[in-house]
């Protein structure tokens, strides 16, 4: 029994062992043939990969066949393009040369034709001035017969002149002469001033004292009854004797010019003008009718004008004299307008004198028109309030005028305005 029950078991083992093994079998078989379906899919793919790429490879050999091709079409052409650019550029290079070299050409014809045009005024000019040149040769020797001429006329007149002035000369030496030359010169420089004779300035007045009489050239008058005393003095002998001589020997000649015209200073300062004539400063001018003259002394004396004031003498020459003048006649001038201010102030008072009394006659009219007005307003109400009603009466009553008829009287209400007092601003202009 037990070997019965052991041999089931043993079957029961062996058929379970039988089992497995067939099942191992079979998913050994199912495996393999799992496996031999991957190895001919994979020989399949590797037969399709060595085709692909069969047909790669024969498509890369026929595209580099191709690009082989494509290389040399292209070199070809590019040298066939190369050929053709260079021979287009050579002609455009020829065309551009072309036009360029008639361009300047045609730039050169036309500078050439500009400077041409610019040349022929200076050639035209320059055929003129050959031209005159030609004509000045042959009236060279009329023009040096003419220029000759002239020459000799003006050494005449240099020789004409020389002599004048030596015929001046020797009558300036005559003291008569030398000082009406003076007197005329002092008469010409108050004239150009603006003085006036006997109106501005005095010739030749007389100052009688007990020991003689003084009698200046000149007193120009001054405000306020003054006057400016002048002497006309004409140190001249010595001055012409410099003026003829040699530079060198000018020195003596000039130093007794100077001692002449000093000698003047102390002559005019010992008369005194000052003292005979009321008004006038404690001075005199000396007056020289020429700067020259004064110039010359002061050339060798310069201390000549300290010396003069220290005696109360002014040396003066025509042009310094006439700046003294103008201020002169500039106070003259400024003594009118204060005269003519103070007459202007008199008439001023005079005026506002008038305005006044025509003030108070307009003031009094004023008064006697506003009485008038009330003597009329007064009759004009008794007639309203007296005799009006009786006459409306009378017409009431037929009894009046067929034609006439009663004229409304009314009163005036407008007052005279009365004038404005000086500093009342209380009136408007507009009042009535």
């Given at each position: 029994?037990?070997?019965?029950?052991?041999?089931?078991?043993?079957?029961?083992?062996?058929?379970?062992?039988?089992?497995?093994?067939?099942?191992?079998?079979?998913?050994?078989?199912?495996?393999l043939?799992?496996?031999?379906?991957?190895?001919?899919?994979?020989?399949?793919?590797?037969?399709?990969?060595?085709?692909a790429?069969a047909?790669?490879?024969?498509?890369?050999?026929?595209?580099?066949?191709?690009?082989?091709?494509?290389?040399?079409?292209?070199?070809?052409?590019?040298?066939?393009?190369?050929?053709a650019?260079?021979?287009?550029?050579?002609?455009?290079?020829?065309?551009?040369?072309?036009?360029?070299?008639?361009?300047?050409?045609?730039?050169?014809?036309?500078?050439?034709?500009?400077?041409?045009?610019?040349?022929?005024?200076?050639?035209?000019?320059?055929g003129?001035?050959?031209?005159?040149?030609?004509?000045?040769?042959?009236?060279g020797?009329?023009?040096?017969?003419?220029?000759?001429?002239?020459?000799?006329?003006?050494?005449?007149q240099e020789?004409?002149?020389?002599?004048?002035?030596?015929?001046?000369?020797?009558?300036?030496?005559?003291?008569?002469?030398?000082?009406?030359?003076?007197?005329?010169?002092?008469?010409?420089?108050?004239?150009?001033?603006?003085?006036?004779?006997?109106?501005?300035?005095?010739?030749?007045?007389?100052?009688q004292?007990?020991?003689?009489?003084?009698?200046?050239?000149?007193?120009?008058?001054?405000?306020?009854?003054?006057?400016?005393l002048?002497?006309?003095?004409v140190?001249?002998?010595?001055?012409?004797?410099?003026?003829?001589?040699?530079?060198?020997?000018?020195?003596?000649?000039?130093?007794?010019?100077?001692?002449?015209?000093?000698?003047?200073?102390?002559?005019?300062?010992?008369?005194?003008?000052?003292?005979?004539?009321?008004?006038?400063?404690?001075?005199?001018?000396?007056?020289?009718?020429?700067?020259g003259?004064?110039s010359?002394?002061?050339?060798?004396?310069?201390?000549?004008?300290?010396?003069?004031?220290?005696?109360?003498?002014?040396?003066?020459?025509?042009?310094?004299?006439l700046?003294?003048?103008?201020?002169?006649?500039?106070?003259?001038?400024?003594?009118?307008?204060?005269s003519?201010?103070?007459e202007?102030?008199?008439?001023?008072?005079?005026?506002?004198?008038?305005?006044?009394?025509?003030?108070?006659?307009?003031?009094?009219?004023?008064?006697a028109?506003?009485s008038?007005?009330?003597?009329?307003?007064?009759?004009?109400?008794?007639?309203?309030?007296?005799?009006?009603?009786?006459?409306?009466?009378?017409?009431?009553?037929?009894?009046?005028?067929?034609?006439?008829?009663?004229?409304?009287?009314a009163?005036?209400?407008?007052?005279?305005?009365?004038?404005?007092?000086?500093?009342d601003?209380?009136?408007?202009?507009?009042?009535?």
């Amino acid at each position: 029994m037990i070997a019965l029950l052991v041999g089931f078991a043993a079957a029961a083992v062996l058929s379970v062992l039988l089992a497995s093994s067939r099942a191992h079998a079979n998913a050994l078989r199912l495996s393999l043939e799992a496996r031999e379906a991957e190895l001919r899919s994979e020989r399949e793919a590797r037969a399709s990969e060595s085709s692909a790429r069969a047909a790669l490879q024969a498509r890369l050999d026929a595209s580099e066949e191709k690009h082989q091709r494509l290389q040399e079409t292209f070199a070809s052409l590019s040298r066939e393009a190369l050929d053709a650019n260079t021979a287009h550029l050579v002609r455009l290079a020829e065309q551009v040369m072309r036009r360029a070299q008639e361009g300047s050409q045609a730039e050169l014809d036309r500078r050439a034709r500009a400077v041409e045009e610019m040349v022929r005024p200076v050639k035209e000019s320059l055929g003129r001035v050959d031209e005159k040149i030609g004509k000045l040769e042959k009236a060279g020797d009329v023009s040096a017969a003419r220029l000759a001429e002239q020459v000799r006329a003006l050494a005449a007149q240099e020789e004409k002149l020389r002599g004048e002035t030596a015929r001046l000369a020797t009558a300036l030496r005559a003291p008569a002469q030398r000082g009406r030359w003076g007197e005329t010169q002092l008469r010409r420089t108050l004239e150009l001033a603006g003085l006036r004779a006997h109106v501005d300035f005095d010739e030749q007045p007389v100052a009688q004292l007990a020991d003689g009489v003084l009698r200046p050239d000149v007193a120009v008058r001054l405000p306020g009854e003054k006057t400016v005393l002048l002497d006309s003095k004409v140190p001249l002998e010595a001055y012409l004797k410099a003026i003829e001589a040699p530079e060198a020997d000018r020195g003596p000649h000039l130093q007794a010019h100077a001692a002449q015209l000093r000698a003047h200073i102390d002559a005019l300062s010992r008369k005194q003008y000052w003292e005979a004539f009321a008004g006038s400063p404690e001075m005199a001018v000396l007056f020289l009718p020429s700067d020259g003259l004064l110039s010359a002394a002061l050339e060798v004396d310069p201390a000549l004008h300290e010396d003069a004031f220290a005696r109360r003498i002014v040396l003066a020459t025509p042009s310094t004299l006439l700046a003294l003048l103008l201020t002169i006649a500039h106070v003259w001038k400024q003594e009118s307008i204060a005269s003519n201010a103070r007459e202007i102030a008199n008439e001023g008072r005079e005026l506002h004198k008038r305005i006044a009394d025509l003030s108070r006659h307009l003031a009094k009219l004023g008064r006697a028109l506003e009485s008038a007005l009330k003597t009329y307003n007064g009759a004009v109400g008794s007639f309203d309030s007296r005799l009006l009603p009786a006459a409306r009466r009378f017409e009431e009553l037929k009894a009046s005028a067929v034609d006439v008829q009663l004229e409304a009287l009314a009163e005036i209400e407008v007052l005279p305005r009365p004038p404005r007092t000086p500093g009342d601003e209380s009136l408007s202009d507009d009042a009535n």
